[in-house]
């Protein structure tokens, strides 16, 4: 986060492209089986609170990664689809300019960030996402870690308590370790070299993260298929999540 | 300093600092100008192992800050998992950390009543934690503003912490007495169950255990037998043993009964051959054809579904085969299984001109009484096909890379039931239960229960609370596998030679002891010395079996080469297998019980993305997720067709009392669109009388039993199944159940029924998923 200062005043709805990084994730619909390995996943690396039946009911359980489900027709006719959605960390997101404390806000290299402990909590960016992946935090934290599960919390990430947003980051904690790693050794970062996540624990490869803008990475390449849509592409949103369609062709 | 000091010490901050008086506590000072070896602060490591939360033996990396275990990742290039973990592996972690896991021994003088000794341990833990303790202190560094952990601070409630730890090693040699002595009543007359966890070596010494007590070889007890697979596999394939899917290869795959991406033995190895067989071909796009009754995860990525009634998914198969061995007509099979006669003979066009092809048979067909030749016609297609030994088809898979490694099979639910019949009967004197609760294997019209009461002496080495546990005399709890040594293999083909090596990335985090240790020991005392000093002696020798590779000079030994990579594999299959086409008879039909008049409904239960095969209902993050077709999440529901649900003027979150003859559950109304008007379903969610506070009615530790229970637990769908025999492999059919559905004219208690997503009960709500569902309805689906 501590980019924040020097990427203010870039938050414009198009988004800055200064980092020469373009990350980006593709989504192969095509190989996903509904497993749910990436939303566990995601709970484990991003340390996503319990909420417990009752507040789950509610709606406030977190998923920063879900698969959603689309039926089609009536049994025995029947069609389902699966589609997992996080953050499609927009390029012109509709969810950054309403923040009325810049807490959420479009870095360098297009990540949409959000600074936990700048969120008021308003909750106006949660209402501009037409993707519905921002949660709202309404617990502290120890009430949701009975010990001794606290030990398995990520000292990478943040644990938010009580009263801010939250959301997909792509896994911000790994691209900066793996920049760091990169740094010290004094070399750029390879693609692959690294992943998410939720695409790490994926089994089918449907979930493939990288550099947009690097021409030799395989999210660049798998994102010229006739395959491709993006969500809503005409809210004009920009996301950087690509998906490839499932079905023949 | 050698690596085994570096465990000891990593594990410190999972332990805690020695403070005076506690002398025979393990755990030692930690000087901070001295960094132990491959530990830098905030800086992970990552230990090779592998994953024990189900047979499928996926290679695991250990994730380990400052001696505290926080992720498993997928082993890159692992034969079984190709770098993927499923969502049990990723939740495996909060076993470690699990609020109720047993803290140590419990030496019990009343069955079912924690020894004041172990309360009174439990409060010092609980004094522990609610005191300056380090879990909160944890979540206080980490909170909002503060990126990393400060140093742990050792205040109060270490000490407290310090003591309960030494408190509770204190009785482990009076536990392990107290063992011996179980050992020497029982003599030949003990019976040891055995769960997934005891493969490999671990199998191989409670083999030897049984054989120096001249008592019965261990008893592989699971939830879900695949007795009936290993009979037809036996008839068709001239072997039993579960194959190689070459899904990756295949052209088209024919599903019969839904779950093996998800729930099936082998969930990550599936839905990697999945991925592969739709995309990693340039030119090839595998198809998949799913005939089921539910419609569920693979159906629902399927490119066509065919809807059968329960247990008659082998006359389709049938219908594809030649009649010279047993084949029958579309129209025929048609009638039999109501699907429409142009499906089957678009399949049986597929099935001619896709090649290769694979014909699979899932949980659904095994669960029915016809099991057996249902599932022998399904293996007859890849016979029929020359799918037999070929890329894309099924492939013999290879002998394990140590011999004794072999995965041992489960036994059937009838042997199950003789060994529970001896039980009540009084034939047996000790009752080991090694790592298994056997209540999830058994219908609830069983009386387990008052079997099991009739052991005069019960150990068991669950981690955490159970059933089965509940009834011992004597609780020795197991490390768990991120703590312990061990090796294993998959229990399904997956087209090369695996054996993984489980070493500990840390100490034990509450004074747990591995079973092997526990086993060496009270044998020894008992008079039996199986010949090794403890866990870590033990596998040493066992693959020291392993002859090293001299073709490379200076090559490490085998056991230190499988530390580094976790464990060894080469690719390659076995000996072809030596199949012929069955020459089959007419369908075989499927028996319910329940008179259709009174009990109108069949009764699916359904294998569970989340609940497994048993260990996923303990833990909190596998239940709070939705489950991928009906977002269903903490604890169970049952699912009813749109239709049905309208003529019984239900609406979602309605109560209803499920019936069978055999008991009743109360349950909330999921309408699901997957399942014909006749069916209802009900997921395995393996909910407990006397679990974890997560899994069980009154469950979690008695300390807080008072606090913890939850009306959403506890209803199983054990309670309503029939005691149905498959007569030809001995499994429990658990599909033969009919049931009867009574609204009680109620909506369920809040937190009974929670579905995480809303969208599937409203689909006429405009809600933002379905403003994503018309865009997605142009998809070219299927
Ligand atoms: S892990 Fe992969 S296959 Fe499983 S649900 Fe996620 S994206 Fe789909
Ligand atoms: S990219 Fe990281 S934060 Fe985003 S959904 Fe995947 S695992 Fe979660
Ligand atoms: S499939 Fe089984 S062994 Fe593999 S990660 Fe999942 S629970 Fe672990």
Redesign the interface.
Known sequence: MADWISDKGLQTATGPRAAGRRWGLVV?L????????C???C???N?LA?????D??Q?R?F?WI???????????D??????PIMCQQCEAAPCEPVCPVFATYHTAEGLNAMV??RCIGTRFCENND???VRYFNWFE??LN????????????V????RG?MEKCTFCVQRIRDHEELARIEGRVMKDGEFTT?CA???????LIFGDLDDPGSEVSQLVQSDRRFR??ESLGTEPVVYYL????? | MDRRDFLKLSGLTASTLVLGGCEDYHARLEAYAVRPEDMVPGMPTYFATACEMCPAACGAMARVVEGRVLKLEGLPGHPVNHGGLCALGQASVQMEYHPDRFYGPDIRTTRGQPSTEYLALERTVHEAFASTSRPTKLIDNMKVGVMSFGKPDFKLGDRKWADAHAQTARTWPAAISRLARGLTSGGAATLILVGHQIRGHRHALLADLATALKAPAPVVVEPFGDDATRVANAAVYGRPELPTYDLANSELVILFGDDLFTSGLAPTYYTWGYGAMRRARPDIRGMLVVVGTRFGEAAAVADAFIAVRPGTHGAIAQALLPSSSGGISLAQAATLTGASPDQIEELALLYRTLKPVLAIGGTEVAAQTNAVPALAAIAALNVAAGSVNRAGGVLAPPPPPIADMAPPAPASYRVLRQWADSMAAGAIQSLLLVNVDPFLAFPDAYDLQGAIQKVPFIASFSTLPDDGTAMADLIVPDSTFLERWGDSTPAVGVGAAVGNLIQPPVDPFFASKPVEDVILAAAKEAGHDLGHADGEAYFKAMWAKLAPDTSVPGTQSPWVKALRVGGISRSASGPDYDAHLPILTAPVAPAFRGDPATRPFHLVPVRSTKYRNGLGSALPWMQEWGDPMVTGAWGGWVEINPKTAARLELNPYDEVKVESDRGSLLLGVVIYPGLPEDAVAIPLNFSRVCGTRYDSAAGGSVWEATQKVDPGRGADVRALLEEVIEPRSGQLAWGATRVSVTPTGRQVPPGKLVLVSKSIQAQENPALPHVIHREFKVWPIG
């Open positions: 192969d095509d190989r996903c089986t509904g497993c749910g390995g939303v566990i996943a709970h484990a690396e340390n319990l909420a417990g039946p009752l789950t009911d709606g359980s998923d879900r698969i959603e489900r689309y039926w089609d027709g009536e049994y025995p029947l069609k389902a689809q699966f589609i936990y402990n037409p993707y519905n934290p120890a870690w009975p010990d001794p599960l606290a030990n398995q919390l990520n000292p990478a943040t644990v938010r308590s801010v996540a790490q624990s994926c089994s089918a490869k449907v969500l809503f369609k499932g079905g023949q062709g």
